[in-house]
């Protein structure tokens, strides 16, 4: 079995969507490894432009499977209303889409529960979609949760009554007295999951190994809840051994590792991000790149890019193709920064350090921008000569290709790059 897995190195939000959709044309099976509804991956072509949160992104591909592994953190409530919206643009997604039984699910007081631990943080808020990420892996590894399969047991409506009392005990702690729990649609959600199949993601991959699979991540590197940049992360594991236990595949199985990172850097939410720019430049950044978050509409944070972020990001999950997005975004500066070190302690070092909630000063290199429109350009020799220079900078600074630059949202706005023209040497 050979399973590629594609993933973000920054802080979400790289073009995960987009790239996933450029790619299933050479794949059968496409599988979500973890996170929820806290993702929100975006698609565009023709007319449409969709946000996906828990669906895989090969859901508008004819013949595709669609698989939603073991790793996710399920909200019934939200993937109703997901299929119900692909169902109105004439998306028959029921064939399409298969769940593991041994998904977690979300329950309407696991979207209270983060409510109320980040309202307690106050200022230290980890700035979560308040999606309930956090409180649903947290009764997955304090093995109180509750899985898609037990939905098929007689008792699950006593099991989830069970979980149900020891949230709104919790939530007393939080001093919410009687939580008015917000359960509308729930029970009808539940009974919705059981039109699709229901798979053991281990099982279903390995009898389909013939198959070509993309394990398609959420979030990135940056937010992985071991690697990133805690405690402001998320609560998953966003790195490329994350596609083997969430799906259940060995790591000797993981064939290419597309590793996407934006032309620049983002962030949402709340956490610290040593490039970032409270400038006009940051704002000019923000405005081009349309940045605004798929799942809450929160203005993203804009920064310059950060190869010392990246290199770790790049190291840790073995990336062997870089894909740059968003690179049409940088036409019309002047000027363009690449940070390849920090300084810390009057110290300059290349290594991210444990803890980036500190006094960093990143040390730039600094590069001429160009003025060409590029969100038209399909060949890599056709892009300004600036342009190439700040992707061979790249290449060279971090020893791995880049095998894809996007340059806007459409699917067609892509470029394939003959990695002879961008050697790492
Ligand atoms: P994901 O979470 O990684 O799938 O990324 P999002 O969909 O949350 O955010 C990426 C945003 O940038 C979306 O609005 C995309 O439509 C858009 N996008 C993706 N690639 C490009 C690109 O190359 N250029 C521009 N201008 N926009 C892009
Ligand atoms: P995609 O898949 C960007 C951020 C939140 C917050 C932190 C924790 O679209 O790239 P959580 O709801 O998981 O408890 O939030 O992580 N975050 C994301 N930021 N893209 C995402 O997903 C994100 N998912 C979570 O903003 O800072
Ligand atoms: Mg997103």
């Given at each position: 079995m050979k399973i590629d897995v594609l993933l973000g190195l920054q802080w979400g939000d790289e073009g995960k969507g987009k790239v996933v959709d450029v790619l299933t044309s050479g794949y059968d099976i496409i599988a979500r490894f973890q996170g929820g509804p806290n993702a929100g991956h975006s698609l565009s072509f023709g007319d449409t432009k969709h946000v996906l949160h828990s669906i895989p992104s090969g859901v508008f591909h004819d013949g595709v499977t669609n698989v939603i592994g073991n790793g996710v953190v399920l909200d019934p409530i939200v993937f109703k209303k997901e299929i119900?919206?692909?169902?109105?643009?004439?998306?028959?997604?029921?064939?399409?889409?298969?769940?593991?039984?041994?998904?977690?699910?979300?329950?309407?007081?696991?979207?209270?529960?983060?409510?109320?631990?980040?309202?307690?943080?106050?200022?230290?808020?980890?700035?979560?979609?308040?999606?309930?990420i956090g409180p649903a892996y947290m009764d997955k590894t304090g093995r109180n949760g509750l899985r898609v399969g037990d939905i098929g047991l007689s008792t699950f409506q006593s099991k989830y009554q069970q979980l149900r009392?020891?949230?709104?005990?919790?939530?007393?702690?939080?001093?919410?007295?009687?939580?008015?729990?917000?359960?509308?649609?729930?029970?009808?959600?539940?009974?919705?999951?059981?039109?699709?199949?229901?798979?053991?993601?281990?099982?279903?991959?390995?009898?389909?190994?013939?198959?070509?699979?993309?394990?398609?991540?959420?979030?990135?590197?940056?937010?992985?809840?071991?690697?990133?940049?805690?405690?402001?992360?998320t609560s998953s594991h966003t790195v490329s051994s994350g596609a083997c236990t969430g799906l259940g595949v060995p790591p000797t199985s993981i064939n290419k590792v597309f590793g996407i990172t934006k032309a620049y850097c983002t962030r949402v939410g709340?956490?610290?991000?040593?490039?970032?720019l409270l400038d006009k430049t940051g704002e000019a950044l923000q405005k081009a790149g349309n940045e605004f978050g798929a799942t809450t509409g929160r203005p993203r944070r804009c920064g310059w890019l950060d190869l010392v972020a990246l290199k770790y990001a790049l190291m840790i999950n073995g990336v062997s193709e870089l894909i740059v997005t968003k690179l049409d975004v940088l036409s019309g500066f002047d000027t363009i920064k690449i940070a390849t070190a920090y300084k810390i302690d009057g110290k300059v070092s290349e290594e991210f350090p444990y803890s980036i909630d500190q006094e960093i000063e990143p040390i730039y290199e600094e590069f001429a921008g160009w003025k060409e429109d590029i969100s038209k350009v399909q060949r890599y020799e056709d892009l300004p000569e600036?342009?190439?220079?700040?992707?061979?900078?790249?290449?060279?600074?971090?020893?791995?290709?880049?095998?894809?630059?996007?340059?806007?949202?459409?699917?067609?706005?892509?470029?394939?790059?003959?990695?002879?023209?961008?050697?790492?040497?």
């Open positions: 119900e919206a692909l169902e109105k643009i004439g998306i028959n997604p029921y064939e399409r889409i298969k769940i593991s039984t041994k998904t977690h699910l979300i329950l309407p007081t696991h979207r209270m529960l983060d409510a109320a631990s980040e309202a307690a943080k106050g200022k230290q808020k980890i700035g979560s979609t308040l999606r309930g009392k020891k949230h709104t005990d919790l939530l007393r702690m939080y001093a919410i007295d009687s939580p008015t729990i917000e359960e509308d649609g729930w029970w009808e959600s539940i009974e919705f999951l059981k039109k699709f199949d229901w798979i053991d993601s281990a099982y279903f991959l390995q009898q389909h190994q013939d198959k070509k699979i993309l394990a398609e991540g959420a979030q990135g590197t940056l937010l992985d809840i071991e690697f990133g940049s805690y405690p402001f992360v709340s956490g610290p991000f040593p490039t970032e600036a342009a190439r220079a700040y992707i061979s900078f790249i290449t060279k600074h971090t020893q791995v290709p880049v095998s894809i630059i996007s340059t806007g949202p459409d699917r067609n706005q892509v470029i394939h790059v003959n990695q002879e023209l961008t050697p790492i040497n």
